[in-house]
């Protein structure tokens, strides 16, 4: 066991999992710099050039390469420096890595892995900052997956790495070194599709995932110190999506708050708050909420920190959801 | 070729790799004006000063977001930035600040919008990647690779089209010729002979990674020409002379219907890739050859031993870091943007409060 942070989690389970011959890592400056986060650190001194790939400026090139390798039987691990340089690679990501088992018809899969780190933190503005995961959530055929804390990042990711399917594996750029925890040093596992139950109550349901839990978990103890029993469901995977988990609780406290850190609109919370009123509506005491980025541009730093929903704003939902 | 590569070798650790030096070739003995002379030796002051101050603006937590800074570049953009037409149009990357500064941009402004005021190019909401400047056909500062350089066939387009005269100039780095962007829009830039120029600032670096050893030619750009029927056009980009007059030539050209070109300048940065790097994986050899052969340096020198004054020049220097201690007070005398800023210039009704 040792105390990690979640980029040295991450880099932990790739260095677990560049054991197997399969597995490649390509991408901008993840050799010799290891990464801009360092997540891929000391890897190409480990296990070499081949294995671990310094690649040119080029994400359409990244994911195209990453998805024939993964044709060709090998397991690699694509890394894209920020969320905005991942449109680049749309083409590759939605018309091909998503669709070739069914368009071959089972006959050729693409089991890859795309790292991305998402979300605000550096306070540079659009590309850097942004929180596009239901964009991959539409694109039916790959999963999309996203942990919050150091024992799920290397749990999942060696999870998504063992999955038969393409993973975008989001990583969220303000948590990377903003908490420590236990992590064990041998490799295992953390089922992708099963949620986080973090926190058993009666009287709300306070839902996220990814970055946004820290300020979910800050909300839940605000209520708590004020009697309130909280619910809280770290979803951590959005697919496959553990509806099960989520409608259970809602039947259970009758109150949903949903948190997300991307835009309004049509953002992944919008799927929750949908399923909720599908499967547990007759259950509910008050109307569902959702937290979430307003429908900008993901703005520069000091409007930053008003952009991203804040721990302020999840208690004030959950609150009217426990107005009489 | 004013440049040497040796062979590739330290693969884990570039900075024990052979050192990738420059090898100028003197003064090219232009008969330019005195007048001309002094324009370009300003300009590459003002570019200099002003990104120190950025610099020190940046150390002192001053500047929002993060920042990449062409200190040790700014030949490239002095050169071109006075050979241009006050209505050309010019594109440039994150690492944009002297673009838009010798296309014309206001201290003030420039240095306002990195501290994210009011007063700032961008009213203070679009920060160091993301300058522009419409009056002055600064066409804006674009932060994915590549991108622009399809948008810059559009404008030289649209002055084709119009036929204005005007000529689109796009910079870009030595690791942007790799994304299939640069393929798609030198293409369509020869197809329909755009007026548009390609400048290639190739500073050996794609961020941390040498150039040439994710690079199938050993020049980014000028090697891949040919492939789009260019001319191969190799420039020193540390010597200010070399590049205005590459420059004068490829504006003529693209002004008079002779369509596209692609210019691959050579330089150095002298620091590293954005705010947070110490640029530590490049040779000490490396960093000292390029320091040594600085863009300032070798324009004063060549300006002594063509016979202009030091106090001359020595003036210059002075009226600069006036301006830029001016620029300085005034950009932080503006006013923080107000926070409801973020919800406007979304739609064209003004906002996104129909939304929000
Ligand atoms: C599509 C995309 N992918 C990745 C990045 C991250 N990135 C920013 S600058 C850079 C290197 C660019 O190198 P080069 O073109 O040589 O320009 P330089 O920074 O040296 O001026 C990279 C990879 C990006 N901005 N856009
Ligand atoms: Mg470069």
């Excluded at chain 2, 940065?269 to 052969?293: F, I, L, N, T």
């Amino acid at each position: 066991m040792a105390e990690l942070n979640i980029a040295q989690a991450l880099n932990a389970a790739l260095s677990s999992a560049l054991e197997d011959d399969r597995v490649v890592l390509l991408g901008e400056d993840v050799g010799t710099t290891g990464g801009v986060f360092r997540v891929t650190d000391g890897l190409l001194q480990k296990y070499g050039p081949d294995r671990v790939i310094d690649t040119p400026v080029a994400e359409s090139g990244i994911v195209g390469a990453a998805f024939g390798m993964a044709v060709g039987g090998m397991r690699p691990i694509a890394e894209m420096q920020f969320m905005g340089f991942s449109y680049p690679a749309f083409d590759q990501i939605i018309n091909h890595v998503a669709r070739i088992r069914n368009r071959s018809q089972g006959r050729f899969t693409a089991p890859l892995v795309i790292r991305i780190p998402y979300g605000a933190g550096i306070g540079a503005a659009e590309h850097h900052s942004e929180s596009a995961e239901a964009i991959y959530v539409q694109a039916p055929g790959v999963k999309v997956v996203v942990p919050a804390t150091p024992y799920d990042a290397k749990g999942m990711l060696l999870a998504a790495l063992d999955d038969p399917d393409p993973v975008i594996f989001l990583e969220p750029i303000r948590l990377y070194r903003s908490i420590k925890q236990e992590v064990p040093d041998e490799a295992y596992r953390v089922p992708l599709g099963v949620a986080a139950h973090l926190r058993q109550g009666r009287d709300v349901s306070l839902i996220g995932y990814g970055s946004m839990m820290r300020e979910v978990n800050a909300a839940a103890d605000i209520l708590a110190a004020e009697g309130v029993s909280v619910d809280v469901i770290d979803l951590r995977s959005l697919v496959p999506f553990d509806a099960e988990m989520v409608i259970d609780s809602a039947q259970r406290t009758g109150r949903v708050v949903v948190v997300q850190e991307a835009p309004r609109s049509a953002g992944f919370a919008a799927e929750v708050v949908a399923q909720v009123q599908e499967k547990a509506l007759y259950s509910l005491n008050a109307p569902v909420e959702r937290v979430t980025g307003y429908d900008i541009v993901v703005p520069l730093r000091r409007a930053e920190k008003h952009f991203v929903p804040s721990v302020a704003r999840v208690v004030a939902a959950a609150r009217r959801t426990l107005e009489p | 070729m004013p440049m040497s590569i040796e062979a590739d070798q330290g693969l884990y650790d570039y900075s024990t790799r052979p050192q990738r030096t420059p090898t100028p070739e003197g003064d090219p003995g232009l008969s330019l004006s005195d007048d001309t002379r002094l324009g370009l030796y300003t300009r590459l002051q003002e570019l200099r000063q002003l990104e120190k101050r950025a610099y020190d603006l940046f150390m002192q937590n001053l500047v929002k977001g993060t920042s990449h800074l062409s200190l040790g570049m700014e030949a490239v953009a002095a050169g071109f930035g006075q050979a241009m037409r006050a209505d050309d149009y010019a594109f440039a990357t994150y690492r944009g600040h002297a673009h838009a500064l010798s296309k014309g941009a206001s201290m003030d402004g420039v240095l306002a919008e990195l501290l994210g005021r009011q007063n700032g190019l961008m009213g203070g909401k679009g920060g160091s990647m993301h300058l522009s400047d419409a009056a002055r056909g600064m066409m804006g500062s674009y932060a994915i690779i590549g991108a622009h350089l399809t948008l810059a066939n559009g404008t030289a387009w649209s002055a084709q089209l119009r036929d204005s005269g005007q000529v689109t100039v796009c910079f870009f780095g030595d690791g942007t010729t790799n994304i299939g962007a640069f393929h798609e829009a030198l293409n369509f830039a020869a197809v329909w002979d755009l007026p548009v120029v390609f400048v290639c600032e190739n500073n050996l670096y794609m961020e941390y990674t040498p150039i040439d050893l994710i690079t199938s030619v050993d020049h980014p750009a000028a090697d891949r020409a040919s492939a789009y029927g260019l001319e191969r056009i190799v420039i020193d980009g540390n010597d200010v002379d070399r590049v205005y007059d590459t420059a004068l030539r490829v504006l003529e050209k693209a002004r008079s219907g002779g369509g596209p070109s692609l210019v691959e300048a050579l330089t150095y940065r002298s620091g590293g890739h954005s705010r947070a790097d110490p640029g530590k994986y490049r040779p000490a050899e490396e960093v000292k050859a390029w320091a040594d052969y600085d863009p300032i340096i070798v324009y004063h020198q060549r300006l002594l031993a063509r016979g202009f004054g030091e106090e001359t020049l020595t003036e210059i220097n002075n009226k600069v870091a006036d301006q830029v201690n001016q620029a300085t007070e005034a950009a932080k005398a503006g006013a923080e943007p107000e926070l409801e800023s973020i919800f406007t210039e979304l739609w064209a009704d003004g906002g996104s409060t129909w939304r929000n």
